[in-house]
């Protein structure tokens, strides 16, 4: 499968606990997007990496959030101290610099439920 | 106010029938426009992009006005398979080259057979 593909596909913690979530983007793809979906609404743009570079984030992400992609290939979410308000799906996109720009693949997203 | 606005439906409709979709969006420099599917628990999917001139793809036609700021999709001949969250989708123009996108609430349509 050369698809975006994330982990874990559903996460259950408690409050206040922190996590970690995978996103590996297609292989060729050098930009990457993190964004969040709750129930009945569209999905919220989070935070962009061009490369390695982090070049946008989002007022929607508070200092208990951080994002990395560190070799431009692979990128991590994490959430610290995470709150009931963080529930969410947790979804990631990439796309092709030279691409339209509406041609984002996304993955199966990771799904939090914060007790 | 929400940047890109939607009725979130349902819109229940039988199989054949014709449905349109629209959408409105708040910022007028925004740059591109397109329309994603949602399958229930799925990730979204670019269905089209939408251009001022229209554009059409199979019983799917899509249109963009710039002046009023108003996007359609308009679906012909429904199909059980069509069933799915229609999301309104807009780059604005001040990301520069981030591309981001900016979804609406998405509008749910069940075809019903």
């Known amino acids: 499968d050369t698809g975006v593909s994330q982990d874990p596909r559903h996460k259950i913690t408690k409050r206040g606990q922190n996590v970690t979530f995978r996103c590996d983007p297609i292989?060729?793809?050098?930009?990457l997007y993190w964004y969040r979906q709750t129930l009945g609404q569209g999905p919220e743009f989070l935070t962009y990496f061009q490369n390695e570079a982090q070049l946008e984030k989002s007022r929607l992400l508070s200092d208990r959030f951080s994002a990395e992609r560190p070799k431009g290939s692979f990128s991590t979410l994490e959430i610290q101290r995470t709150e009931q308000g963080d529930s969410a799906m947790y979804l990631c996109?990439?796309?092709?610099?030279?691409?339209?720009?509406?041609?984002?693949?996304f993955g199966p997203g990771t799904r939090l439920t914060v007790l | 106010r929400k940047e890109v606005e939607q009725d979130p439906g349902p819109f229940n409709v039988p199989e054949g029938a014709t449905v349109a979709f629209n959408c409105t969006y708040s910022n007028s420099a925004s740059q591109s426009f397109f329309w994603y599917r949602q399958d229930c628990r799925k990730e979204p999917k670019l269905l089209m992009s939408?251009?001022?001139s229209g554009n059409e793809d199979g019983r799917f036609t899509a249109q963009l006005n710039r002046a009023s700021q108003y996007i359609s999709l308009l679906i012909r001949d429904s199909k059980l398979s069509d069933s799915a969250t229609y999301l309104c989708v807009v780059t604005p123009s001040a990301s520069g080259a981030t591309n981001k996108l900016i979804f609406g609430t998405g509008t749910l349509l069940a075809v019903q057979p």
């Open positions: 292989s060729e793809h050098n930009r």
């Open positions: 939408v251009y001022s």
């Open positions: 996109a990439s796309s092709f610099l030279a691409g339209g720009p509406g041609e984002q693949f």
